[in-house]
């Protein structure tokens, strides 16, 4: 009896240790897809917080966490299964999909631009289909959301990418720690950033002189801060959306010169500045890809105006 009870913990133990190293698996396969992805990471921090800016400070936080719930459902639900089971069955429908998304990016960015030179009304959008009626709440919600699922599926593509040994159950736990991971750091931090001119405003009025002083650089500060993270939010959205195309584009025949030229251009002049070669290649080859992103993306626009003016036109005869 004895024995069998000391085989029985002997048993547990090693299923213990299993466990263990398994946990010990998933979290540095996770580590390691998350940190590949930092840079659309960083991208998604930028873009969000133009979507609660303009709302008053009650708002901000609800708003915030309804696109972060609505930003994880994405992951979990269906971001993740679709990918796990696309990568098993269909591998070759990665790409495409992962090209339209990118084309919405480049469209998004290219109207965001046109809305902020004047030259596309900003209700535009609602009024041609692209975003659901309602109060003004939800469909800056849906819009987050939306642009949100094409930042989570570059993201889970480029982890599932960095775990391509593991077995399928390996890349579904990995993948659901860097989807819970990264959507509790991005919107953490627009909680945040969002909520820092509050807290200089308190600091300002409550502090002592270093802490007033501080409140009201942070009062001054943060609407500069959120007007440059808007616009640095339509360049993510450019360079993302145009990276992903010009990407895909590698191995389409014809298609393959513009990102060839692309990588020869970053190479070429990486190379002119010696010990410099690695970030000016990076910086050429982002600012061509977002170059490209923003011409598809006006020429998308340009084809939704057109749709949505010849609708018009139809609906009044």
């Known amino acids: ?29 996770s580590a390691r897809a998350t940190t590949k992805a930092a840079g659309v990471v960083i991208d998604d921090t930028a873009v969000t917080p ?139 931090f627009v909680a945040l950033l969002v909520k820092m001119d509050d807290i200089g405003v308190r600091l300002a009025a409550t502090g002592t002189g270093v802490g007033r002083a501080t409140g009201s650089a942070l009062v001054t500060a943060m609407p500069r801060v959120l007007n440059f993270l808007s616009g640095l939010g339509v360049a993510a959205m450019a360079w993302v959306g145009g990276g992903i195309i010009v990407h895909g584009l590698e191995k389409a025949g014809p298609l393959a010169a513009l990102p060839h030229a692309i990588h020869a251009a970053a190479h070429g002049l990486g190379a002119a500045v010696p010990g410099l070669q690695g970030p000016i290649a990076w910086t050429v080859s982002a600012i061509l890809s977002g170059l490209f992103g923003l011409l598809l993306g006006s020429a998308l626009a340009g084809l939704v105006m057109l749709w949505h003016r010849k609708s018009h036109k139809a609906a009044a005869h």
């Open 1 to 29: 009896m004895a024995s069998g009870l000391l085989a029985l913990l002997d048993d547990v133990a090693l299923i213990a240790k299993m466990a263990a190293a398994s946990v010990d698996d998933v979290a540095a396969a």
């Open 50 to 188: 133009r979507y609660v800016a303009g709302f008053t400070p009650e708002r901000e936080l609800p708003l915030v966490w309804q696109i972060a719930r609505g930003s994880l459902r994405n992951k979990l639900l269906l971001l993740m299964p679709a990918f796990l089971l696309l990568a098993a069955f269909l591998p070759a429908l990665l790409t495409p999909l992962l090209m339209l998304g990118g084309a919405y990016l480049c469209f998004e960015a290219a109207e965001k631009l046109l809305e902020k030179l004047g030259l596309v009304s900003p209700h535009a959008a609602q009024e041609a289909g692209d975003t659901p009626k309602g109060d003004h709440e939800q469909r800056m919600v849906a819009g987050a959301i939306r642009t949100d699922l094409i930042l989570s599926a570059e993201i889970l593509a480029i982890a599932l990418g960095e775990l391509g040994r593991y077995s399928f159950f390996m890349k579904a736990a990995a993948l659901g720690v860097v989807s819970v991971a990264v959507t509790a750091g991005v919107y953490g």
